[in-house]
């Protein structure tokens, strides 16, 4: 039998002589507990647990024996095979609200206050009397405060909950009006109308795609009606022959016949912006008549996501009753969140979207001049930003970006921290606008370390394409 231990084996290459039979690749692998111990493992045990350590392990362990992994290469193989979590993105894409990104990215404060929320808090708790208090009210009061117009509050999973909860409570069995030209489908193949349907409502579509009149909803509003509902056209945009019913006209045959009138927003926009006139925001909706304002909290609120129902008491009050309002029930790191976005400064979100274009130039030109020295092809280009997430649809804000070779787009995204830009007419472009202040030393070196793997990216023509944009 061949010697096949490891001094049996450097004898055998060293006297030239093949062993008779390949060495038993068992041999080579390195034992458990051993690599268990290996100082590198140690964040990942504190962080992850042994189990899930241990069978990352044990997965490179079988790669090696199977001859597909280099025993010298088992840890990084560890490293890399470890369950990684949700990772930090920068987000250079100059889209403000990035649903594959998470949408709004929160506050320093609203972070602040989800960590001291993890532990236990006074979420259903008086601490004066000791006794059960309203959950979040310090969310609810934030809420309230932001929105004088909303007698009453509620907070649910998201915008879509917030639309169910209302569809359930009003309109189960009977009909909820709706113009064919809000027939919304909000993202990954989930339609609003479906939505309702599932909720035991009919549908009453009324009016066109393209025109709705303020006949076609009075002639659709009987005993059946459970509820009349407006829906923000929040990601697309008709054009042309057209004309809808705003809330302010649809509001007085729906007192009349006391029928609720909900406006799902969509946004989340709490007030006007100027920035966006043709966003509808929740106090102006309310005072134009709606009954109930229904809007998602991680869109232009900048906050976590939730689903925001405000107006009349009574019904908000009927709605928080309702025995599914528990199934949508909030957790209490939203309420935490939710409430320091709204009592706290000017959330990343109002920042980018209200970003200067001097200082964006500034950053841009900046960013470009450090990688240009580094040799890396960069140059400053102007492009347009958008809201995304489902807002603003046509929106396009003034930015600036710095151009890349677009063959950088992946290594970026595989970087540490991963950084998203967008490929448009075969350039990278990098839009600062989303990135936050302080990080764009980081992007720097990210693009240095993403260049640094490919090895044309200094001479790339990709960046002059983009000049020429
Ligand atoms: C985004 C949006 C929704 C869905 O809200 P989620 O918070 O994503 O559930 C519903 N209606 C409109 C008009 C929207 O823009």
New binding site residues.
């Given amino acids: 039998m061949a010697d096949t231990s490891a001094p049996g084996r450097i004898r055998d290459a060293v006297a030239g002589a093949a062993p008779a039979v390949p060495p038993d690749p068992r041999r080579a692998v390195p034992r458990t507990d051993a690599l268990l111990a290996d100082p590198r493992l140690q964040q990942a045990l504190a962080l992850l647990g042994r189990a899930a350590v241990k069978a990352a392990v044990q997965r490179a362990q079988a790669q090696v024996r199977a001859g597909r992994l280099a025993a010298t290469e088992l840890m990084e193989a560890v490293l890399r095979d470890l369950p990684a979590g949700q990772r930090e993105v920068l987000n250079a894409t100059g889209v403000v609200l990035h649903t594959n990104l998470g949408r709004a990215a929160l506050s320093e404060a609203a972070v602040r206050a989800v960590t001291t929320a993890a532990g236990a808090t006074d979420v259903e708790l008086d601490l004066v009397t000791g006794r059960r208090a309203r959950r979040g009210r310090g969310a609810m009061e934030a809420l309230a405060a932001a929105v004088p117009d909303a007698a009453g509050v509620h907070v649910v999973n998201?915008?879509?909950?917030a639309?169910v909860l209302a569809a359930t409570a009003c309109a189960a069995g009977r009909e909820v009006v709706v113009s064919r030209g809000e027939m919304?489908e909000?993202?990954d193949g989930f339609r609003?109308p479906d939505l309702l349907v599932s909720t035991g409502a009919r549908l009453r579509e009324v009016g066109t795609t393209n025109r709705t009149s303020l006949r076609d909803y009075a002639e659709a509003l009987g005993p059946q009606t459970g509820m009349v509902l407006k829906?923000?056209?929040?990601?697309f945009v008709v054009s042309g022959f057209t004309s809808a019913v705003g809330v302010a006209e649809l509001a007085g045959a729906c007192a009349e016949r006391g029928v609720p009138l909900v406006a799902?927003?969509?946004?989340g926009l709490l007030a006007p912006d100027p920035l966006l006139p043709e966003e509808p925001d929740a106090a102006t909706t309310l005072r134009a008549g709606a009954s109930l304002v229904?809007a998602?909290?991680?869109?232009l609120l900048g906050g976590p996501?939730?689903?925001l129902l405000l107006g009349d008491a009574e019904l908000v009050e009927r709605l928080r009753r309702h025995p599914l309002a528990r199934a949508l029930r909030v957790d209490k790191l939203t309420l935490a969140a939710l409430e320091a976005t709204l009592r706290g400064p000017a959330t990343p979100t109002w920042q980018a979207l209200h970003a200067d274009a001097e200082e964006l130039r500034r950053r841009s030109g900046a960013l470009a001049a450090e990688l240009t020295a580094s040799g890396v092809a960069a140059q400053v280009v102007a492009c347009a930003a958008v809201v995304g997430?489902?807002?603003a649809p046509g929106v396009e804000l003034p930015s600036q970006a710095v151009a890349l070779p677009a063959e950088l787009a992946q290594p970026l995204r595989l970087g540490t921290p991963p950084v998203v830009g967008r490929v448009e007419r075969g350039a990278l472009l990098l839009d600062l606008r989303c990135v936050p202040p302080g990080r764009d030393g980081d992007v720097a070196a990210a693009v240095l370390a993403a260049a640094a793997t490919t090895s044309t990216a200094a001479t790339a023509p990709g960046a002059a394409a983009a000049a020429g944009a």
């Avoid at 998201?158 to 909950?161: D, E, F, I, K, V």
């Avoid at 829906?231 to 990601?235: F, G, I, K, L, T």
């Fill in positions: 998201n915008g879509a909950a639309l919304v909000i993202g609003l829906v923000h056209p929040s990601n799902d927003i969509g946004s229904t998602s909290g991680d869109k996501q939730a689903g997430g489902g807002g």
